[in-house]
């Protein structure tokens, strides 16, 4: 850049010098900074993006550690220059890593981190809420309304899906999509099919409860079956959400194929990784498949969609806030805050990078560790015992 990028200063005589390239929610992940004599810097460049050169302003000579975003590229790049500044921390706000060379990282010396267990209910809640936006056609009415054209009640006035008692598909029993699978089926008494390469014991046993809870009130019992493959889930299931991890096994996981599969009134929904559907082919199916709905919070090459998903009114689509509650937000922020300067001061790795809540805990100080470091074991770094 032909200026200097422009920044916010917080305890500027501070020791360490911890650059974050944007503004972050709330304000103790400052505190715990420059409680420990780190001079923080905010970047206060009005662009949604930061390019590698500013980045690499930012960083100059010196500087001791980076908070980052899931929308930065960093590379061989931005870790070399890190490391010539002193730097051996970086921690992205994101419990994703995909836009990190971790590898790149390991070579320079650098601790990568991330947020993991923050955002599990949060986004489970984004999942569900697209869920019920796409079956009821919420977005749809909104925009009618909104135009002035509802002039009386009709039978056949936005007619959407009804969910209870019907069956919900999940891809990926993890962390978030077993939080998800519990909020369809305890709200709406869905029935679960689930895929998943690992048996989710916690969530069959969770179904299987409220199950015998729902018939000893003399009401219909819930079931749960494991899928053997996920096109039984893909063919079976009412509403389906996706929560796999991205990797070459689950890129374009969802192809022209697999759409074909599915039930013509199916809702699919996406808040895990963009690129797990192909979304052109997406765009072939909701064109003609009028009644089949889509809920999604990513895309395949973000911030940009694919042409013609803006155009289908069967698609509702919101911008990556899977994860975007105060409460979250202001959690990633600590995470990544505390990743960084666990680093600076030499701290172990926490032993359960889900176990969060004593770094989250505002009334007693945060645990003297990192929270998660996803190259800890390349670099060598030890476990705390705590």
């Not at 135009?147 to 007619?159: E, R, T």
């Not at 978030?176 to 709200?187: D, F, L, W």
């Amino acid at each position: 850049m032909e200026k200097p990028v422009s920044i916010e200063v917080w305890n500027p005589k501070g020791k360490f010098r911890v650059i974050s390239t944007k503004s972050m929610p709330g304000t103790r992940w400052i505190r715990l900074l420059t409680d420990q004599d780190c001079r923080v810097e905010i970047c206060t460049e009005k662009k949604t993006i930061l390019s590698v050169e500013d980045i690499l302003a930012l960083i100059g000579d010196k500087c001791d550690g980076v908070i980052g975003q899931l929308t930065e590229d960093w590379g061989e790049v931005l870790f070399s220059a890190l490391s010539r500044a002193g730097g051996r921390a970086f921690s992205n706000m994101a419990v994703g890593y995909n836009n990190v060379d971790v590898n790149a990282a390991t070579k320079n010396g650098v601790a990568v981190g991330n947020t993991p267990g923050v955002l599990t209910e949060t986004t489970a809640e984004l999942a569900a809420s697209l869920s019920l936006a796409a079956a009821r056609r919420i977005v749809e009415a909104d925009e009618f309304m909104r135009a002035g054209l509802y002039d009386g009640w009709l039978p056949h006035l936005f007619v959407g899906n009804l969910l209870k008692g019907q069956t919900i598909g999940v891809i990926g029993a993890g962390r978030i999509g077993s939080a998800y699978a519990r909020m369809m089926i305890e709200g709406f008494k869905m029935n679960l099919i689930y895929y998943d390469l690992y048996q989710a014991t916690r969530l069959e046993k969770f179904v299987t409860a409220y199950g015998q809870f729902l018939k000893s009130n003399g009401e219909e019992p819930v079931t749960w079956k494991r899928a053997a493959t996920m096109e039984d889930v893909l063919r079976e299931a009412d509403v389906i959400s996706l929560h796999p991890i991205l990797d070459k096994t689950t890129y374009h996981l969802i192809n022209k194929e697999r759409l074909a599969i599915m039930k013509k009134e199916a809702v699919l929904v996406n808040a895990s990784r963009g690129p797990v559907i192909d979304e052109v082919a997406l765009v072939e199916h909701l064109k003609a498949n009028p009644m089949f709905r889509v809920g999604l919070d990513v895309f395949e090459d973000e911030p940009y969609m694919k042409p013609g998903l803006a155009d289908q009114k069967n698609a509702v689509i919101v911008p990556h806030i899977a994860s975007a509650s105060k409460w979250t937000r202001e959690g990633m922020a600590t995470l990544a805050a505390l990743n960084v300067l666990g680093k600076i001061k030499g701290y172990p790795m926490w032993s359960n990078p889900n176990l969060v809540e004593p770094f989250l805990n505002e009334n007693s100080a945060p645990p003297a560790a990192c929270p998660s470091i996803v190259n800890a074991k390349q670099l060598g770094l030890t476990a705390s015992k705590l």
